[in-house]
């Protein structure tokens, strides 16, 4: 059996050890191969970096994440180096700059270990929508990971990195989260800088980090938070610098229990252990109301008919001129962009650019996306009575646990639906967190989801972390 990967915590105390941990950590992929987490390995970039970051901690530089070791989603851009979204389509396509957050991190003292598998174009609930081959759960591997960042949240379950980096466009961190047993959090809208991320959704993508525990999803979110120049939509709201510490006792709170989360579609398993979780804040002081949030029986369609018209958008760019793999046969310039896009493009990314487009098409605007545009105020607006009452609303993060590999490949509507708890966050633009709450009959992780309002990340991974400390944290 590999060498476990030593903690960041034991790396940044002993910088010396840190190459020889890049080392591990580069075996336990490699030899983690069969879950396909990884689409390459960035082994001499880490190896550089290991160098690099021993040598300033040696020196005494403050580094705050000086020894982390971090997989990134595959649809983040690191200069120099292949970016696929795994995708044909950028086939051979290698990045001419660096996202914001991976610079922040890597000035931090992050090492990059490596690019993670994903839904091409992070659009799915899976990671088997990927023209790299499906990626398979650490602890059972024919069922999936979750999706669309199943690659980065295999990679820490099973101890290969201390985090990874995904995008949550609709729940994509805090899905396979709950999936594969971690941390996932996803931040508020604009908390971090979206430049370098491949668009799918821009009014829906967030990067987002997993990690084993919330207080390392705060040191994360503290290094990649805060306002970019290069990204007109990220917030000047100040950055929470204040660390969360283990033993950390919050406030006393009050929960919120949606009753629209609790419906017959939830597995019996997981809302017995949600309510058993409630029951113990309660006893620990805090108070547990029941709150409406009346239109998330919307929030699926919306999601979709939005979504699918923003994609449309930020999908058009790839047309076999500008970026990675070119059709051999065009003629025309449209015999190009035609062969291409139907070439490079997998199932899904076509079915989603195709109900964008309709979506989006003179006589069908109004009736759909228009609406649509409509009904997601409304959602917004059932968020903001529900925290007028309550601080913060806990619920099942998904409605099943991880399901098996092709189970639901031919139903779309049914995998579209494994992000029904997640999707609201999302429209609102508000900061959710996924933490692990044991698992069910079959030894799958079950996931409990903490929202709150704008900006209240602090307020949700204090409570994640007293969740922790009741021993629901990660098996």
Request: charge should be negative; include cysteine.
């Amino acid at each position: 059996m590999p060498t476990p990967l030593p903690s960041h915590a034991q790396l940044r105390s002993h910088p010396a050890a840190i190459p020889e941990a890049v080392e591990t950590s580069l075996r336990l992929a490699r030899a983690g191969a069969h879950l396909n987490a990884f689409i390459h390995l960035l082994e001499e970039r880490a190896r550089r970096q290991a160098v690099e970051v021993r040598d300033a901690l040696l020196r005494g530089d403050d580094l705050p994440l000086g020894g982390w070791l971090i997989a990134v989603k595959d649809n983040i851009a690191i200069r120099g180096t292949r970016l696929t979204c795994a995708s044909r389509i950028l086939d051979g396509f290698e990045s001419i700059f660096t996202a914001t957050a991976i610079e922040r991190l890597e000035r931090a003292g992050a090492i990059l270990i490596g690019k993670t598998n994903l839904d091409e174009f992070a659009m799915g609930s899976s990671t088997e929508n990927s023209a790299f081959g499906a990626a398979r759960h650490p602890r059972c591997p024919e069922c999936v990971p979750g999706g669309s960042s199943g690659g980065s949240a295999i990679a820490v379950s099973a101890g290969w990195v201390h985090a990874g980096l995904g995008s949550d466009t609709g729940g994509s961190v805090r899905q396979p989260a709950a999936f594969c047993g971690v941390v996932g959090l996803k931040p508020t809208y604009g908390r971090v800088s979206r430049y370098g991320l491949v668009a799918f959704g821009s009014s829906l993508d967030q990067i987002s980090p997993f990690t084993s525990t919330c207080a390392d999803a705060q040191l994360i979110l503290r290094e990649m938070a805060g306002v970019d120049e290069r990204d007109s939509s990220s917030s000047p709201e100040p950055v929470d610098r204040d660390q969360i510490h283990a033993t950390e006792v919050g406030p006393r709170l009050r929960v919120g229990l949606a009753r629209e989360y609790f419906s017959d579609a939830l597995n019996s398993e997981i809302g017995a252990r949600i309510r058993e979780v409630v029951h113990q804040l309660r006893e620990r002081g805090h108070t547990v109301t029941e709150v409406s949030l009346p239109h998330t029986e919307y929030a699926i369609p919306v999601y979709y008919i939005l979504a699918t018209a923003e994609a449309s958008s930020n999908l058009a760019r790839f047309d076999g001129v500008r970026y990675g793999f070119r059709h051999a046969d065009g003629g025309t310039l449209l015999d190009l962009y035609e062969r291409t896009r139907g070439a490079g493009f997998g199932p899904e990314v076509r079915r989603r650019i195709m109900m964008g487009t309709y979506v989006l098409s003179e006589g069908y605007y109004d009736a759909y996306y228009k609406k649509a545009q409509r009904v997601r105020r409304l959602i917004v607006d059932d968020f903001k009575r529900a925290f007028a009452d309550v601080d913060v609303v806990i619920s099942p993060t998904t409605p099943t646990t991880a399901f098996k590999i092709g189970e639901r490949a031919d139903d779309p509507v049914a995998m579209y639906l494994s992000d029904v708890f997640t999707v609201p966050t999302n429209l609102a633009g508000i900061p959710a967190v996924s933490v692990p709450v044991g698992e069910d009959s079959q030894g799958l992780p079950i996931g409990l989801q903490i929202q709150g309002p704008h900006f209240a990340e602090r307020r949700i991974l204090t409570l994640g972390a007293e969740i922790e400390a009741l021993g629901w944290g990660a098996a």
